[in-house]
T-cell receptor
Framework: DAGITQSPRYKITETGRQVTLMCHQTWSHSYMFWYRQDLGHGLRLIYYSAAADITDKGEVPDGYVVSRSKTENFPLTLESATRSQTSVYFC?????????????FGPGTRLTVT | DAKTTQPTSMDCAEGRAANLPCNHSTISGNEYVYWYRQIHSQGPQYIIHGLKNNETNEMASLIITEDRKSSTLILPHATLRDTAVYYCIVRANYGGSQGNLIFGKGTKLSVKP
């Protein structure tokens, strides 16, 4: 049971490049989330998705694009990476919102933009 | 939005109970209290949640005051592996943005041998 996985775990890219972070969950959870974590800011929500083909902005969506063509995958794309997007990115999933807001987090992707 | 107040840091001796407080004086009637923790360099981990009643699971106990304005997370026998940042979050179980979790700075718990 793999749970929720993220790839790559570490990535170094240059300013202006496009980079995609992958997230895959094996539970068929409806909800998926992308957070970024920076020193001094804690975890901030970038985008979330309630189901396949349904996505919505979180607190800090600018500079990011998401898609959700399949329930199990929720890729995050930085279309033109900037140094301010250097961060640790966490993906999460949850079954539903009705009974519980219990989210399961992936191990994170550490992204450095040079 | 309901907000929470937690101490910045706490120490606990290994084997003793760790009691982590959280104030949420503006909590609404339909908002739950959630606790997550984040061990260094890992993703956050769900611990427990509750609405009104006290809750217990294999990881911890959650004590919520009768007026719901504060709560305490109890780790009954802290180990070195419980050293982490603990986040107290209040949130309703809605499907839209109102249901999104908002992580504050949390309490850094250091369990010492």
């Amino acid at each position: 049971d793999a749970g929720i996985t993220q790839s790559p775990r570490y990535k170094i890219t240059e300013t202006g490049r496009q980079v995609t972070l992958m997230c895959h969950q094996t539970w068929s959870h409806s909800y998926m989330f992308w957070y970024r974590q920076d020193l001094g800011h804690g975890l901030r929500l970038i985008y979330y998705s309630a189901a396949a083909d349904i996505t919505d902005k979180g607190e800090v969506p600018d500079g990011y694009v998401v898609s959700r063509s399949k329930t199990e995958n929720f890729p995050l794309t930085l279309e033109s990476a900037t140094r301010s997007q250097t961060s640790v990115y966490f993906c999460a999933s949850s079954e539903s919102r009705q009974g519980s807001n219990e989210q399961y987090f992936g191990p994170g992707t550490r992204l450095t933009v040079t | 939005d309901a907000k929470t107040t937690q101490p910045t840091s706490m120490d606990c001796a290994e084997g003793r109970a760790a009691n982590l407080p959280c104030n949420h004086s503006t909590i609404s009637g339909n908002e739950y209290v959630y606790w997550y923790r984040q061990i260094h360099s890992q993703g956050p981990q769900y611990i427990i949640h509750g609405l009104k009643n006290n809750e217990t699971n294999e990881m911890a106990s959650l004590i919520i005051t009768e007026d719901r304005k504060s709560s305490t997370l109890i780790l009954p026998h802290a180990t070195l592996r419980d050293t982490a940042v603990y986040y107290c979050i209040v949130r309703a179980n809605y499907g839209g943005s109102q249901g999104n979790l908002i992580f504050g700075k949390g309490t850094k718990l250091s369990v010492k041998p």
